[in-house]
């Protein structure tokens, strides 16, 4: 990758896809370490995992970087919510 040619709104995207990607980062560590999801509504949660893998294949058919990241990141995130809400005792 080169970042040589990137603007400012390009930086300015992969920090907005930094910022997005770290969204449900505090919510996995807090699920992880009290074992507990009762309160995460599991349709919120199919509904961000459905959305963001249609922002992963919009991202990647565009090619656009910014996109690609957050969407990516958030998938394995709330993937990871569901698995815990899935698997966590009630």
């Not at 603007?7 to 930094?18: K, P, Q, S, V």
């Not at 893998?53 to 996109?67: A, E, Q």
């Amino acid at each position: 990758m080169d970042f040589s040619n990137f603007t400012f709104i390009d930086y300015l995207g992969l920090f907005a896809a930094f910022l997005s990607s770290i969204t449900f980062l505090p919510q996995v560590i807090q699920a992880y370490k009290t074992k507990s999801v009762k309160d995460l509504n599991i349709y919120m949660l199919l509904i961000v995992f459905s959305s963001v893998i249609i922002w992963l294949i919009y991202g990647i058919v565009k090619g656009l970087l910014p996109v690609i990241i957050a969407n990516g990141v958030i998938l394995v995130l709330s993937g990871i919510l569901l698995y815990f809400k899935a698997t966590f005792k009630k």
